[in-house]
């Protein structure tokens, strides 16, 4: 149990001071646990939840088909060229990467929607900090509302068993005795809400009449069938794969390869303006993430951490839920939240039984927390890092105050709506 704890401690600290090389990071701790006997070769596949990665993977070549098909650029060049005034305009291209994020990569929306924030900020002779950092902050939230949106959503379900409806009317997948209530995305909505009400105080006073601007053409609407097909799929998948094993996986890698497949056929990538490789050490990361948890389940740090939270007991599941979400906020502004939230759901559900609190009340709140606290700092989310390298590039370089001045206020009201909704409806 020490040598389990001490290597995943290291692996951890590692992540933490840097930012590259998460993969071979994680994997070099696996190398040391088999070296030293704390890991068997045969608990590394065990560990590793195929299903949750190919559903990652899936999505990354479905999200880049899609961005190939030019139909994000377009719909927003629709959405700015309805809007009645620059702030509106501003706002409005932060709504839609928002919205985009529910469903592709949170980075690939900021390098996709950035450009298009750049182009109208230079004409109207406005500083592009606020856009891009709330483009950023708002995907970043955005990315938790659904199953496919980003890696903990999938970790989540991966360790519920919940599907991809659930996310929308949760069904009970963690209490058998819970009727059906309101999901997890309509908590994220109002956070979201919250959010942009934040951000707008920055557009307020850009009243000027903003200039049309030329639509992109829509390149093919096949891309966006084979991302609805691959939903459909994640709809139906309780039916086919009850226990969350397989099929998810499968149906989102078969529509990703195909999606990808037509667009090479298609020659639909050719001069768009952002590279889209696949990414490998993402996917690589993960795998490892859960082989190292695996292996602290196995050797039972996770219930020694289960009993020494026990002194918690007594206190209401309000106390109980603020705690966790905001120990989680304050976690992940400054470290990865894939391997915290991996480590943390089995700890926070063997805490829930001791309490005797719904365990969907804080599984539920342990995501709000690790995915919104990520906004609060320009190194808490791979998207906030996107944006203050493009904003570098422009000229405008971004200080670690300037990024909270708008990080903290958002993180803060987004968060508390969502957890206190959260608190009310599964207390």
Request: proline share 4%; charged share 10%.
């Given at each position: 149990?020490?040598?389990?704890?001490i290597?995943?401690?290291?692996?951890?600290a590692?992540?933490?001071?840097?930012k590259?090389?998460?993969?071979?990071?994680?994997?070099?701790?696996?190398?040391v646990?088999?070296v030293?006997?704390?890991?068997e070769?045969?608990?590394?596949?065990?560990?590793i939840?195929w299903?949750v990665i190919?559903?990652f993977?899936?999505?990354?070549?479905l999200?880049?088909a899609?961005?190939?098909?030019?139909?994000p650029?377009?719909l927003?060049d629709h959405?700015?060229n309805w809007?009645p005034?620059?702030?509106?305009?501003l706002m409005?291209i932060?709504?839609?990467a928002s919205?985009?994020?529910?469903?592709?990569?949170?980075v690939v929306?900021?390098?996709m929607?950035?450009?298009?924030?750049?182009?109208?900020t230079?004409?109207a002779g406005v500083?592009?900090?606020?856009?891009?950092?709330?483009?950023?902050i708002?995907s970043n939230?955005?990315?938790?509302?659904i199953l496919?949106?980003?890696?903990?959503s999938m970790?989540?379900?991966?360790?519920?068993?919940?599907d991809?409806?659930?996310?929308?009317?949760?069904n009970?997948?963690?209490?058998?005795y819970?009727?059906?209530k309101i999901?997890?995305f309509?908590f994220v909505?109002?956070?979201?809400v919250a959010?942009?009400v934040v951000?707008?105080?920055?557009f307020r006073?850009e009243?000027?009449?903003?200039e049309l601007i030329?639509v992109?053409?829509?390149k093919?609407?096949?891309?966006?069938?084979?991302?609805?097909l691959?939903v459909i799929?994640?709809?139906?998948?309780?039916?086919?794969?009850?226990?969350?094993v397989?099929?998810g996986?499968?149906?989102?890698i078969?529509?990703g390869?195909i999606?990808v497949i037509?667009?090479r056929?298609?020659k639909l990538h050719?001069?768009?303006?952002?590279?889209?490789p696949?990414?490998?050490?993402?996917?690589g990361?993960l795998?490892?993430v859960f082989?190292?948890?695996?292996?602290?389940?196995?050797?039972?740090?996770?219930?020694v951490?289960?009993?020494?939270?026990g002194?918690?007991?007594g206190?209401?599941?309000f106390?109980?839920?603020t705690v966790i979400?905001w120990v989680?906020?304050?976690?992940?502004a400054?470290i990865?939240?894939?391997?915290?939230?991996?480590a943390?759901?089995?700890v926070?559900?063997g805490?829930?039984g001791?309490?005797?609190v719904h365990?969907e009340l804080?599984?539920?709140g342990i995501?709000i927390?690790s995915?919104?606290g990520?906004?609060?700092?320009p190194?808490g989310?791979t998207a906030?890092?996107?944006?203050?390298?493009?904003?570098?590039r422009?000229?405008?370089?971004?200080?670690?105050?300037?990024f909270?001045?708008?990080g903290v206020p958002?993180?803060?009201v987004?968060?508390?709506?969502?957890?206190i909704?959260?608190y009310?409806?599964?207390?």
């Amino acid at each position: 149990m020490w040598k389990a704890s001490i290597i995943f401690i290291l692996v951890y600290a590692a992540l933490v001071i840097t930012k590259h090389y998460r993969w071979l990071i994680a994997w070099a701790g696996i190398v040391v646990a088999l070296v030293f006997g704390v890991l068997e070769f045969t608990e590394i596949a065990n560990g590793i939840n195929w299903n949750v990665i190919g559903i990652f993977a899936g999505s990354l070549l479905l999200a880049d088909a899609f961005v190939c098909s030019r139909l994000p650029e377009a719909l927003s060049d629709h959405v700015i060229n309805w809007s009645p005034n620059l702030g509106i305009s501003l706002m409005l291209i932060v709504v839609f990467a928002s919205i985009f994020s529910i469903f592709m990569d949170n980075v690939v929306t900021v390098l996709m929607v950035a450009p298009i924030a750049l182009h109208i900020t230079k004409k109207a002779g406005v500083t592009p900090v606020p856009v891009i950092i709330g483009l950023a902050i708002s995907s970043n939230l955005q990315g938790m509302a659904i199953l496919i949106g980003d890696t903990p959503s999938m970790i989540l379900a991966a360790r519920t068993q919940m599907d991809f409806l659930d996310f929308f009317i949760y069904n009970g997948a963690m209490s058998s005795y819970m009727t059906a209530k309101i999901g997890i995305f309509w908590f994220v909505q109002l956070g979201a809400v919250a959010g942009f009400v934040v951000l707008y105080y920055y557009f307020r006073k850009e009243k000027r009449k903003q200039e049309l601007i030329p639509v992109t053409p829509v390149k093919s609407w096949v891309p966006v069938l084979f991302l609805a097909l691959a939903v459909i799929f994640l709809s139906f998948a309780n039916i086919v794969d009850p226990d969350f094993v397989w099929f998810g996986g499968v149906s989102c890698i078969v529509m990703g390869i195909i999606s990808v497949i037509y667009v090479r056929m298609r020659k639909l990538h050719k001069g768009l303006t952002i590279s889209l490789p696949f990414d490998w050490e993402t996917v690589g990361f993960l795998g490892a993430v859960f082989v190292l948890v695996y292996m602290l389940e196995k050797r039972g740090v996770i219930a020694v951490l289960v009993n020494h939270l026990g002194v918690l007991e007594g206190a209401s599941p309000f106390v109980v839920l603020t705690v966790i979400v905001w120990v989680s906020v304050i976690v992940s502004a400054f470290i990865d939240n894939v391997p915290y939230i991996t480590a943390a759901l089995p700890v926070v559900q063997g805490l829930a039984g001791t309490l005797g609190v719904h365990p969907e009340l804080l599984v539920l709140g342990i995501l709000i927390g690790s995915c919104m606290g990520g906004n609060i700092t320009p190194i808490g989310a791979t998207a906030n890092l996107a944006a203050v390298g493009i904003l570098k590039r422009e000229g405008n370089p971004v200080s670690f105050v300037t990024f909270i001045k708008i990080g903290v206020p958002f993180t803060l009201v987004s968060t508390f709506a969502a957890y206190i909704a959260l608190y009310f409806v599964y207390r």
